[in-house]
Nanobody, 119 residues
Framework: VQLQASGGGSVQPGGSLRLSCATT????????IGWFRQAQGKKREPISC????????YYEDSVRGRFALSRDSAKNTAYLQMNSLRPEDTAIYYC?????????????WGLGTLVTVSS
């Protein structure tokens, strides 16, 4: 099982980024994909999840209305569109597999991608 987050970078406040989570080694349609982030000096925190079915998404209050999830079964890839970015969104972003209804993480984590929001 492999997951690889990519698409991070440096943006100004108010900017946008689209993160990708490319996956291999498991049946993509059988798992939810969750996104977590870890800011420097802080614990890793969940921010969003898209169910295996792709029809239900969950967002933490801190990102709701600004971030949007999607997934492409043909590419075994999930996406996190991040808009209206704020300095407090600065963190390393990780994707992980979760049980189909966005339950507990399965323990498979990809390498993260760094997002820096700064003027």
């Amino acid at each position: 099982v492999q997951l690889q987050a990519s698409g991070g970078g440096s943006v100004q406040p108010g900017g946008s980024l689209r993160l990708s989570c490319a996956t291999t080694g498991f049946t993509f349609d059988h798992y939810a994909i969750g996104w977590f982030r870890q800011a420097q000096g802080k614990k890793r925190e969940p921010i969003s999840c898209i169910r295996a079915s792709g029809d239900v998404t969950y967002y933490e209050d801190s990102v709701r209305g600004r971030f949007a999830l999607s997934r492409d079964s043909a590419k075994n890839t999930a996406y996190l569109q991040m808009n209206s970015l704020r300095p407090e969104d600065t963190a390393i972003y990780y994707c992980t597999t979760q049980s189909p209804a966005c339950g507990a993480p399965s323990g498979y984590w990809g390498l993260g991608t760094l997002v820096t929001v700064s003027s």
